[in-house]
């Protein structure tokens, strides 16, 4: 019972340094495990959450649609959620659309003169006349116009125009940069025409009318958007292809006053006043008749009253 082993009958080294040496190696052994282990769980843990996250998302969005899809089935009628519009930040740059306008005014020495210039310039540069409004006075006689003219005739023919002035008073010239709108309106006008089709698509799987009506209604919205589209794409267009000029001149008359007339035209002119002066008296006379009636039945009334008055005074002195 009290025999020892040989080996430790032998070795001076007691057993508890033995105990705690193997507990020290193996304690060593996990900690060089755990930190070889440390980079790829690092890696493992950075990259999980994003993972997770989106096959997370992903099996919602399938779940959301098979129960949307099962849902439309079973009660005849198809959802449909428009695309959100985006614009294509890839696509190419398309070329830039400008507006120019000018608007020029001088005197002339001759009106006529000029009109005639002014036709034939316009028709010179392919222009043509939107608007005009004319005046004249005594001091003088003026003429305003609104020329549409192509772009690239646009600075000759103001240039030609201006040259026939007696006198410039102004030009002015503005281009105004609507390329960023055209895009807009040309991105949307796109993504409501995918809708559309999307639109039709559904059109031909909606089996009940109510669902038909839904959809007949929301192609009838869109199609509305897509035509007030076309219709801007287009007035930028004309108005980018054929610039604008608002053109004004006039002639100015002398002021000096008129040569007055002679002594037989002012005895002439005299006479004449004077006749219809009288043709005037005559129709006032004929308008006051009840009036003057009136006054001669009074005054015939007075005369023979006094003379009856005088008759019994001479009857009673004799």
């Known amino acids: 019972m009290t025999r020892r082993c040989f080996f430790f009958k032998h070795t001076p080294i007691p057993v508890s340094i033995l105990l705690l040496s193997l507990l020290t190696l193996v304690s060593c ?52 959620t428009p695309p959100v519009l ?17 608007e020029v005014r001088y005197s002339v020495r001759d009106y006529n003169d000029a009109r005639k210039a002014m036709n034939a310039i316009i028709a010179r ?12 006075s005594d001091l003088s006689w003026e003429i305003k116009v609104s020329i549409k003219v192509p772009a690239q005739k646009f600075d000759s023919c103001l240039e030609a125009l201006a040259g026939t002035a007696n006198t ?38 909606a089996k009940t009318v109510e669902g038909i009506l839904k959809v007949e209604e929301q192609l009838k919205s869109i199609r509305e958007e897509i035509e007030a589209s076309q219709g801007r794409l287009q007035y ?9 000029i608002n053109l ?8 000096s006053s008129p040569q007055g007339p002679g002594f037989l035209s002012r005895i002439f002119f005299s006479i004449k006043d004077g006749w219809n002066d009288l043709l005037s008296f005559l129709v006032g006379i004929v308008q006051m008749w009840p009036g003057i009636a009136v006054i001669v039945v009074i005054v015939v009334l007075i005369r023979r009253y006094i003379k009856r008055r005088r008759r019994r005074k001479m009857a009673s002195v004799a």
């Open 236 to 244: 930028i267009d004309h108005n980018v292809a054929m610039s604008t």
């Open 168 to 205: 410039l008073i102004e030009k002015n010239v503005s281009a105004t940069d609507v390329t960023e709108e055209y895009v807009d309106v040309a991105s949307r006008m796109k993504a409501k025409k995918e809708v559309e089709l999307r639109y039709l698509d559904i059109l031909k799987q």
């Open 86 to 102: 985006v614009k294509d930040a890839s696509s190419a740059e398309i070329q830039k659309k400008i507006i120019k306008n000018g």
């Open 125 to 136: 540069y392919n222009g043509y006349i939107t608007e005009e409004n004319e005046s004249r």
């Open 248 to 255: 004004s001149f006039f002639q100015t008359f002398a002021t």
């Open 29 to 80: 052994a996990h900690n060089a495990e755990q930190k070889s282990m440390a980079p790829a769980y690092l890696a493992l843990k950075e990259s999980s959450p994003a993972a997770t996250t989106f096959s997370s998302d992903a099996e919602d969005v399938v779940t959301h649609v098979e129960s949307s899809a099962g849902k439309d089935a079973a009660s005849g009628m198809v959802q449909f």
